[in-house]
């Protein structure tokens, strides 16, 4: 199971995703997000179709036109993902879990 968490430091435009995954084999967590590359944000896709244990993520700098697709296992080796791997996602896509107020009254 994986979930996307996207995380901005202090409220600027430095913000990117992380992958919260649970392996059920091993009932641990980890947290995934691309490594040893240089980039400003990253995005999460989905599991990687041609490596079943990676995640997929673009990743680069805000203004570039095109960002690089990364393949991310669970230790954060990252590698180039190969350009024809495609993401898949498992599972129902929530869109605005954080809309509203964010304080419990």
């Known amino acids: 199971m994986a979930a996307?968490?996207?995380?901005?430091?202090?409220?600027?435009?430095?913000?990117?995703?992380?992958?919260?995954?649970w392996d059920k084999t091993s009932n641990r967590t980890h947290t995934i997000a691309p490594t040893r590359i240089s980039y400003g944000s990253a995005i999460l896709l989905g599991?990687?179709?041609?490596?079943?244990?990676?995640?997929?993520?673009?990743?680069?700098?805000?203004?570039?036109?095109?960002?690089?697709?990364?393949?991310?296992?669970?230790?954060?080796r990252t590698i180039a993902a190969q350009s024809e791997d495609q993401?898949?996602?498992?599972?129902?896509?929530?869109?605005?879990v954080w809309a509203g107020p964010q304080a419990m009254r």
């Open 47 to 76: 599991w990687s179709r041609l490596h079943p244990n990676h995640v997929l993520f673009q990743a680069g700098e805000m203004g570039d036109e095109t960002w690089p697709l990364w393949s991310v296992n669970f230790t954060g």
């Open 4 to 21: 996307r968490e996207f995380e901005s430091l202090f409220c600027s435009s430095i913000a990117s995703d992380y992958a919260v995954v």
């Open 87 to 96: 993401p898949i996602i498992y599972g129902r896509t929530a869109n605005h």
